[in-house]
């Protein structure tokens, strides 16, 4: 008998048993779960694991990178190689819409890294990219804006460049890329200290030597007049100019600094959220690598960082809840003094902007390679921290798959290797008060890149897949909806004697039934 045909009849069996051997699972309520740190998770109950589905919508994709959901259910989402997608929630079907022209053939930190959608697209049709342009020269990332047309396919005569960044292409990492809205109509927009990571033992990446400009992070992170290593926030123009909006960093005309800053001393905030009601900012910030503390200053931690007004998050000079690292001179091997928080100072020769910099804040969350004894529960392993959105429960939405109320005002949080989704529970004051783990058992997140709310109050995923800068057969676009009413039967079914020679008696057992089949 063929493999084919055994396994055909052992489902036909089990099929047959599902009415006399189900174990119809109750549609009760589990207690709270205890906060990670101080402070409650939620008053309420969990809701359990199972009332949540998990559905493929595109699968087979190649490092996808940024999503975003249309009022209308369209499923926009981009490829780093330059694919933009459009998944059609009418038809289920997803098709190629453009590919973008990018400098990205194996260069990991560059290419199409974001989109999102304007907040006004049901009027203006605008989408807005995040790409590494094909230039004779290549020094610059883009944000560009176009038009959708009707049909989904982009008007690629539409482009307009909002805002240009400048790029070493030395270096094929730490370039951010995310993009998103605040209630006001403005874009806020995340790029990475373009800095080589790999010749600073894991610490902080300050080398003042000629000819060693990609190696110094005080040359972008840590400099007030340059827009790397910086969460930007500004609020475009319809004629494709843009404007800077109140409530920046620096003001308009400080010599020495950028007006579009809102925050600095970031190393590579690869996803970033804005809350929708708060206009709070939150990002993931992926740390350094050194896994023990040293000489030159404490071990990487990744950070999960919030910004409910502007500021300096402190690299490369701090990490984690502002530890310092020393100053470090990379000619003779000098360890200096311990960089201070209170008041930072970036005298680097590659600093074109002013030294004096504002104080460094502390991250909201932050966790190295081993067990955090702040926050144990994140767990250990590889690191690479991503924020996700805040929900907002809609009790007025007509929705019969929307997010449970229990994680109203929650922010989701994410991490890249861990393959993990959290909760975090904010006070009302938006101060962190715990943690809580989203789908532990049924999630199966295969490294998680970006995650959305969708008009229905489901949340929309992409999974990047197993491996690390490859064509993964895993990496998807997702969709977990909720499920508030009775379930379908699960049916739990014990063998006995499944090896043998056919013909072959097997006993199916479950706790009210038994049948016994014969499969030949």
């Known amino acids: 008998m063929s493999k084919i045909n055994s396994l055909s009849k052992i489902g036909l069996a089990g099929l047959l048993l599902t009415s006399l051997m189900v174990n119809v699972q109750a549609n009760n309520l589990m207690p709270a779960a205890k906060a990670d740190t101080t402070g409650k998770i939620s008053n309420g109950k969990v809701p359990e694991e199972n009332r949540f589905t998990k559905t493929v919508l595109s699968d087979d994709l190649n490092e996808p990178m940024e999503l975003s959901v249309a009022p209308d259910g369209r499923v926009f989402f981009v490829e780093r190689t330059g694919k933009f997608y459009v998944y059609d929630p009418k038809l289920k079907k997803t098709r190629l819409s453009r590919e973008?022209?990018?400098?990205?053939?194996?260069?990991?930190?560059?290419?199409?890294?974001?989109?999102?959608?304007?907040?006004?697209?049901?009027?203006?049709?605008?989408?807005?990219?995040?790409?590494?342009?094909?230039?004779?020269?290549?020094?610059?990332?883009?944000?560009?804006?176009?038009?959708?047309?009707?049909?989904?396919?982009?008007?690629?005569?539409?482009?307009?460049?909002?805002?240009?960044?400048?790029?070493?292409?030395?270096?094929?990492?730490?370039?951010?890329?995310?993009?998103?809205?605040?209630?006001?109509?403005?874009?806020?927009?995340?790029?990475?200290?373009?800095?080589?990571p790999f010749e600073s033992d894991g610490f902080a990446p300050i080398d003042e030597r000629g000819g060693r400009l990609v190696f110094d992070a005080q040359r972008s992170a840590g400099n007030p007049n340059d827009l790397r290593g910086k969460i930007l926030k500004i609020h475009p123009q319809a004629d494709g100019s843009y404007t800077i909006p109140e409530g920046n960093l620096f003001p308009k005309g400080l010599a020495g600094t950028r007006p579009e800053i809102y925050t600095m001393g970031c190393r590579n905030p690869y996803r970033i959220s804005v809350d929708p009601v708060t206009s709070i900012v939150y990002w993931g910030e992926i740390g350094p690598d050194s896994g023990t503390d040293g000489k030159q200053g404490p071990k990487g931690y990744d950070e999960f960082n919030q910004a409910k007004k502007p500021g300096n998050y402190g690299w490369p000079y701090f990490v984690g809840n502002n530890k310092p690292y020393k100053d470090y001179d990379f000619s003779n091997k000098a360890i200096g003094e311990y960089f201070q928080a209170d008041a930072p100072v970036n005298n680097s020769p590659n600093n074109t902007g002013m030294q004096n910099l504002p104080p460094a804040q502390k991250a909201m969350i932050w966790y190295p390679y081993d067990l955090s004894p702040e926050f144990p529960s994140i767990g250990t392993g590889g690191r690479s921290a991503m924020a996700g959105p805040v929900y907002h429960f809609d009790p007025s939405l007509n929705s019969s798959v929307k997010i449970p109320a229990y994680y109203d005002k929650a922010l989701f949080i994410f991490d890249w290797m861990r393959n993990w989704v959290f909760a975090v529970r904010l006070d009302e004051n938006q101060n962190f008060t715990g943690l809580e783990r989203f789908m532990p058992e049924a999630g199966d997140f295969r490294r998680p890149i970006d995650m959305e709310f969708g008009p229905e109050g489901s949340i929309y995923m992409l999974e990047y897949g197993s491996v690390y800068g490859i064509d993964n057969d895993d990496a998807r676009l997702v969709r977990i909806d909720f499920n508030p009413g009775n379930r379908a039967p699960v049916a739990n079914v014990t063998a006995k004697d499944t090896i043998g020679l056919a013909p072959l008696k097997v006993s199916f057992n479950s706790s009210k039934a038994m049948i016994l089949t014969e499969i030949s």
């Open 100 to 196: 973008f022209p990018v400098f990205g053939e194996n260069k990991y930190g560059n290419g199409l890294l974001g989109m999102t959608i304007d907040p006004n697209f049901k009027t203006n049709h605008y989408l807005y990219f995040f790409y590494t342009p094909q230039l004779k020269d290549h020094l610059k990332q883009y944000v560009s804006r176009f038009v959708v047309n009707d049909d989904s396919s982009l008007d690629e005569a539409s482009e307009k460049v909002i805002i240009e960044i400048p790029i070493d292409m030395e270096v094929s990492a730490h370039t951010g890329g995310s993009l998103a809205w605040d209630a006001h109509g403005n874009l806020y927009i995340s790029t990475g200290d373009n800095t080589v």
